[in-house]
Antibody, heavy 115, light 107 residues
């Protein structure tokens, strides 16, 4: 059974760079895309983007200028970088397995942006 | 981007009720529609994909219908553990987009 375990810094100052990593266990890394999704406190879900094992990416245009998703196939891990964060980026960030379907999710990481 | 609109942000229902949640897409998305359940403090959980196909392990009291622009999630016999927020999501075209969520509360 696939498991996704994520980690990263939970408190950032405005203008800093958000960095999160998600490790995948129990699944063939090369058969899927791997996504990031975020959820502001008390609000809905926003898809950020995805990557596959070759490094092919798809991004949400609303964040594309600030987002980079990368992959390390040797570790079955993928990562999210979001530059120049501000208070509006305060959210729970989730990683998820995607083959069009977001069928397995990480536990979520709350990232707070505050001066 | 395709806009997904859920008809209600929240409502209350009683145990045993039949509950229907609606979702509308701003353009046709064929059957490329998923439903998620999210309980407080937890990650979303996939319930239904392809508009009407139940994901593995999901109780049969959940069902989905619709195609094109209008979709429905039905809980045939509401249980206390169904207290949650439900989201629709289209995967017809990038960027994937979600409805704003419908919170189901138990009377």
């Amino acid at each position: 059974q696939v498991q996704l375990q994520q980690w990263g810094a939970g408190l950032l100052k405005p203008s800093e760079t958000l960095s999160l990593t998600c490790a995948v266990y129990g699944a063939s890394f090369s058969n899927y895309y791997w996504s990031w999704i975020r959820q502001p406190p008390g609000k809905g879900l926003e898809w950020i983007g995805e990557i596959n094992h070759t490094g092919s990416t798809n991004y949400n245009p609303s964040l594309k200028s600030r987002v980079t998703i990368s992959v390390d196939t040797s570790k079955n891990q993928f990562s999210l970088r979001l530059t120049s964060v501000n208070a509006a980026d305060t959210s729970v960030y989730y990683c998820a397995r995607a083959n069009r379907l977001l069928d397995s999710w990480g536990q979520g990481t709350l990232v707070t942006v505050s001066s | 981007a395709i806009r997904m609109t859920q008809s209600a942000s929240s409502f209350s229902a009683s145990i045993g009720d039949r509950v229907t949640i609606s979702c509308r897409a701003s353009q046709g998305i064929s059957s490329s529609l998923a439903w998620f359940q999210q309980k407080p403090g937890k990650a979303p959980n996939l319930l239904i994909y392809a508009a009407s196909t139940l994901h593995g392990g999901v109780p049969s009291r959940f069902s989905g219908s619709g195609s094109g622009t209008d979709f429905t999630l039905t809980i045939s016999f509401l249980q206390s553990e169904d207290l949650a927020t439900y989201y629709c999501q289209q995967y017809y075209d990038y960027p994937w987009t979600f409805g704003q969520g419908t919170k189901v509360e138990i009377k």
